[in-house]
């Protein structure tokens, strides 16, 4: 019989079920601009709204 923390045992819920249940609980969107499911105009309008937010994104992918 394995033993657990509170918390450390189960499974791990997919992403989109996270995002899902952060969007309907706490009212939190997690949005990739990358996401196949949006338009050209509702990507660009997240980005302009992460751009609003959070600032210009910088174009390398190292990560700091």
């Known amino acids: 019989m394995k033993w657990f ?3 450390y045992g189960g ?25 196949q499911r949006l338009t050209w105009i509702e990507r660009e309008l997240v980005k302009q709204l992460g751009e609003k937010l959070y600032g210009k994104r910088s174009l390398s992918k190292e990560v700091r």
């Open 11 to 35: 499974e791990r819920r997919p992403p989109e079920s996270v995002k899902r249940d952060g969007w309907m609980e706490q009212g939190l969107l997690a949005v990739s601009l990358d996401d």
């Open 5 to 7: 923390p509170r918390g």
